[in-house]
């Protein structure tokens, strides 16, 4: 069984004129599963999400989390759930960190050894020194990490993260990264949901494409990158005369006052494709040769006319 099942999901806003957010969306995550959820803004992301933390009832359609229906068994459902929506809110800062935890724990009905689960749970994100310092004090990467300590306190099966690096420093952003995929080799199954493709690029192992209300896209990370059409990006620079290129491999090529500039998205990246940039480039002054591997970001563009 999923954790979660999601079949033909509909929502739609009311009024004279109603919105459709979703329209017959299905997906499903497994164990120890990262699903990097994408989309541009007013895909319906957040009402998916929504919908899943029972925060919102579906007009039609069924969600299950570990089996519990979302709409008739949400307390259920939500037992076996951690949503973590992060930002600066939600946190209160003159209490200390094991605190907090102690207060969410409690209105999640945890009871019994609730301080203990408190403890491990920043034990999980590496706050456990910083267990009675006030959030007040603690930098935006803990309390973010916080966020997420607060989601794990029940020892959930599904995780819902929504924009987890938003705001961090690269190192915060790294370490909140580090932590997400330990849960997933725990067995804990992951709803990922960032404006940041290298969260997703990093961390999942499939990809959801969420447009205007339907699952586009649904895909193992490897194979949708695919999509793109090419696997790298290649540029090199270089002085003097310009290097004939071959119009059926799609070179393009550009010259300035200092030199020129030759681009190419390569279908493969193999020993041939070396002998054919070097074929092309021998004889000639070059000065610098980068290749980009194709990320999220480009396959998006590709999917998605440009936009995010």
């Known amino acids: ?44 992301k957040t009402t998916l999400v929504k919908i899943v933390a029972t925060l919102l009832q579906p007009t039609s359609g069924t969600a299950r989390v570990c089996g519990y229906d979302v709409t008739s068994r949400g307390r259920d459902a939500r037992a076996h759930l951690g949503v973590v929506f992060g930002g600066d809110r939600g946190l209160y800062g003159r209490l200390s960190a094991v605190d907090n935890l102690i207060f969410f724990g409690g209105l999640s009905g945890i009871r019994r050894g609730l301080r203990l689960r408190a403890m491990e749970a920043l034990e999980q994100v590496g706050l456990r020194d910083r267990a009675n310092t006030r959030v007040e004090t603690l930098s ?75 699952n586009r896209n649904d895909l193992p990370i490897a194979r949708f990158r695919e999509l793109a059409g090419f ?38 990246w193999d020993l041939g494709t070396l002998d054919m940039l070097t074929s092309i480039t021998k004889g000639h002054a070059v000065a610098e040769l980068q290749v980009t591997p194709v990320g999220l970001e480009g396959v998006l563009h590709s999917l998605l006319g440009g936009s995010r």
């Not at 929502?11 to 299905?26: E, N, Y």
């Not at 995929?181 to 969420?210: E, N």
């Not at 790298?232 to 030199?259: K, L």
């Open 231 to 268: 696997v790298a990006e290649v540029r090199i620079t270089g002085a003097g005369p310009q290097p004939q290129t071959p119009t059926s491999e799609g070179f393009e090529i550009a010259t300035d006052q200092h030199g020129w500039t030759m681009t190419c998205r390569l279908r493969r």
């Open 1 to 44: 069984m999923a954790v979660l099942e999601v079949v033909d999901v509909v929502r739609r806003f009311g009024g004279k004129q109603p919105i459709t957010a979703l329209q017959g969306f299905s997906m499903t995550a497994e164990a120890g599963e990262i699903v990097g959820l994408l989309g541009v803004n007013g895909a319906g």
């Open 140 to 214: 935006r990467g803990m309390r973010q990490r916080l966020h997420l300590a607060a989601g794990l306190l029940h020892q959930p099966r599904l995780l819902l993260l929504d924009e987890p690096t938003t705001g961090l420093d690269v190192v915060e952003a790294q370490r909140m990264r580090d932590h997400i995929a330990g849960l997933a080799r725990t067995g804990v199954a992951v709803l990922l949901t960032s404006h940041y493709p290298v969260d997703v690029d990093q961390l999942a192992s499939r990809v959801v494409v969420l447009q205007d209300g339907v």
